[in-house]
């Protein structure tokens, strides 16, 4: 028997004749905690609305417990949701925020006051059950919105984003109650969000998005250190990406020289995309170095410093422990094991060197999470 909680099959749908979801397919396993994750407007949160019943596919079919349930209003599927906003009423206090779908569901009155103090409890607010929204902080909002999801016992929680709205150390310490609350309930976590460590951090897998198609799905050691494709090698971290060529099994050629590495079964002098990820690149005296270029630019990030280094007009970052004057000329040594090597994709040549890198420029370029595509929905 199949442990698939809910599934998508070939999952197709369009806003305003613009393609958001691409032939989508996707097995959610019970009880585990599994992200989407995603730039903005790659279709994760339609993925997420399709599984609620908020959207439905123009394409493809959506099951649950191995029944297809296209067509299943919201309110009949035993799925819950946490919305970016929280959708709390202002004029009910938190016990009445909480007690609301037991209410709608006709919850005798004992069994709804035992229930909702539960939840009260599983979210460590008891003493604030008579406080109004208006009174809470974000992160207490937040419980609110998590117990009032939950005690109503789906099978099935799904969360948009979340922790979008709460300070960075907020965010930090809802990860880990969110993750801890997902094991003490055993219930199935549907996470959306564009926060690349948050996802890493709380998953059991990953499924990476962009232009609504699925780029891959797996563990988070898996998404990191095993990309699939140069897109998910640039957005899951930083990443060197650099063109190169498979000579044989176990010796690639990138850079302008021959380097072993782990890496097989392509044909012989197969053009490929290589992956060396800054922490995994040693500094070493410049007679001792495989390459050997010159520090352009240097960052202290407090527990390392983030280097950018000049090899023949290819801008890698390094991180490393080791401080290195600006114009100095450095050797890097890389380890076999240090050498990722994937297929040629449709976004090879988009990625690649840091050459126009700076911190600001980054977060620049990540869109507002409220701006996402789903919002047509």
């Avoid at 994750?37 to 609305?49: A, E, H, N, Y």
């Avoid at 969000?193 to 948050?198: A, I, S, V």
């Avoid at 380097?259 to 995994?280: I, K, Q, W, Y």
């Avoid at 280097?307 to 390094?318: G, Q």
């Amino acid at each position: 028997m199949s442990d698939n909680i809910m599934s998508l099959e070939g999952v197709s749908v369009a806003f305003d004749g613009e393609t958001v979801l691409d032939h989508v397919s996707l097995d959610i396993h019970d009880g585990e905690f599994i992200t989407l994750l995603g730039p903005s407007g790659c279709g994760k949160t339609t993925t997420l609305r399709i599984l609620g019943g908020f959207v439905e596919p123009m394409e493809g079919r959506v099951y649950f417990d191995g029944a297809c349930i296209n067509g299943v209003p919201p309110y009949k599927r035993q799925v819950s949701t946490i919305f970016q906003r929280y959708a709390l009423f202002p004029h009910l206090n938190v016990f009445e925020n909480i007690a609301f779908g037991l209410r709608v569901r006709k919850v005798p009155e004992a069994e709804l006051v035992q229930r909702v103090k539960e939840a009260i409890a599983l979210v460590n607010l008891k003493g604030f059950e008579r406080r109004h929204i208006s009174a809470l902080s974000g992160g207490q909002q937040q419980r609110v919105a998590i117990a009032r999801a939950v005690v109503t016992r789906p099978k099935v929680l799904l969360l948009d984003e979340p922790l979008a709205a709460l300070d960075l150390k907020l965010r930090k310490d809802m990860q880990v109650e969110l993750k801890n609350l997902q094991q003490s309930l055993g219930i199935t976590f549907i996470f959306v969000t564009h926060d690349q460590e948050e996802a890493l951090s709380m998953s059991d897998r990953v499924v990476v998005m962009d232009n609504g198609r699925i780029q891959q799905i797996g563990t988070p050691e898996d998404i990191y250190n095993e990309p699939q494709n140069a897109f998910v090698a640039d957005f899951i971290g930083e990443s060197n990406i650099l063109d190169g060529v498979m000579v044989q099994d176990r010796l690639c050629r990138f850079a302008g020289r021959d380097f072993p590495c782990l890496d097989g079964g392509f044909a012989p002098n197969e053009p490929v995309d290589v992956v060396v990820r800054p922490e995994d690149v040693d500094i070493v005296p410049v007679e001792q170095g495989m390459l050997t270029g010159t520090v352009t630019a240097i960052t202290f990030k407090g527990v390392h410093w983030e280097i950018i280094v000049d090899i023949d007009h290819f801008k890698w970052m390094i991180q490393t422990t080791d401080h290195c004057p600006l114009g100095s000329r450095i050797g890097l040594f890389i380890e076999p094991d240090a050498i990722h090597v994937m297929k040629r994709s449709e976004y090879s040549d988009m990625f690649g060197d840091y050459s126009s890198f700076s911190e600001e420029f980054d977060e620049l370029s990540v869109a507002d999470p409220q701006a996402e595509e789903e919002q047509q929905a």
